[in-house]
T-cell receptor, first 117, second 115 residues
Framework: GAGVSQSPSNKVTEKGKDVELRCDPI?????LYWYRQSLGQGLEFLIY????????KSGLPSDRFSAERTGGSVSTLTIQRTQQEDSAVYLC???????????????FGEGSWLTVV | AQKITQTQPGMFVQEKEAVTLDCTYD???????LFWYKQPSSGEMIFLIY??????QNATEGRYSLNFQKARKSANLVISASQLGDSAMYFC????????????FGTGTQLKVEL
């Protein structure tokens, strides 16, 4: 597609349930990122993938969060046993390259709005 | 660790006027990139402009320009000829070249353009 596509756009789930959020990056982009934006908070880095390299998981807030990227394209962010504090907008982004000195532009999707009740 | 500071939680500007959104950063790494993103109420993060730490000239993209003052560690965004559609949240962000394109964001500035 022309841009980064995320689904679902909105998700309401009950506390304790698992959720999966999907991201389809821009075709040809080798780097994929997940960020979280909570109400009243800034954007927090969660995880990124680059090609076949091991992902950088340094931003994941707990072991209830995990992500995978299949075939170097689509990524799924999974949150297990959701808590109310997980309510946020989860933004996916992609870019052409990693470790670029030229600042390859990072393009974001419209986000998945997660509400845990 | 790197840090981005945006000290203006909210700004107002008259339509057709210019406005400057402040951003300061802190890093000991000599190689980095600075970004500005616009986030309208729809939630999408829209890339506006990029400045590399070794770039000699200030970046410009249409009505957007980045006033890069390396010694002061500031990267202010200037929007000329403001339009009603410019009303949005604006985020300054930084990435370190050695850290991939992982972005550290500021807390944002809410810009309101008035008639």
């Amino acid at each position: 597609g022309a841009g980064v596509s995320q689904s679902p756009s909105n998700k309401v789930t009950e506390k304790g349930k698992d959720v999966e959020l999907r991201c389809d990056p821009i075709s040809g982009h080798t780097a994929l990122y997940w960020y979280r934006q909570s109400l009243g908070q800034g954007l927090e880095f969660l995880i990124y993938f680059q090609g076949n390299s091991a992902p950088d998981k340094s931003g994941l807030p707990s072991d209830r969060f995990s992500a995978e990227r299949t075939g170097g394209s689509v990524s799924t962010l999974t949150i297990q046993r959701t808590q109310q504090e997980d309510s946020a907008v989860y933004l996916c982004a992609s870019s052409l390259a990693y470790r670029s000195a030229s600042g390859n532009t990072i393009y974001f999707g419209e986000g998945s709005w997660l509400t845990v009740v | 660790a790197q840090k981005i500071t945006q000290t203006q939680p909210g700004m107002f500007v008259q339509e057709k006027e210019a406005v400057t959104l402040d951003c300061t950063y802190d890093t000991s790494d000599p190689s980095y990139g600075l970004f500005w993103y616009k986030q309208p109420s729809s939630g999408e993060m829209i890339f506006l402009i990029y400045q590399g730490s070794y770039d000699q000239q200030n970046a410009t993209e249409g009505r957007y320009s980045l006033n890069f003052q390396k010694a002061r560690k500031s990267a202010n965004l200037v929007i000329s000829a403001s339009q009603l559609g410019d009303s949005a949240m604006y985020f300054c962000a930084m990435s370190l070249t050695g850290g991939g394109n992982k972005l550290t964001f500021g807390t944002g500035t809410q810009l309101k353009v008035e008639l």
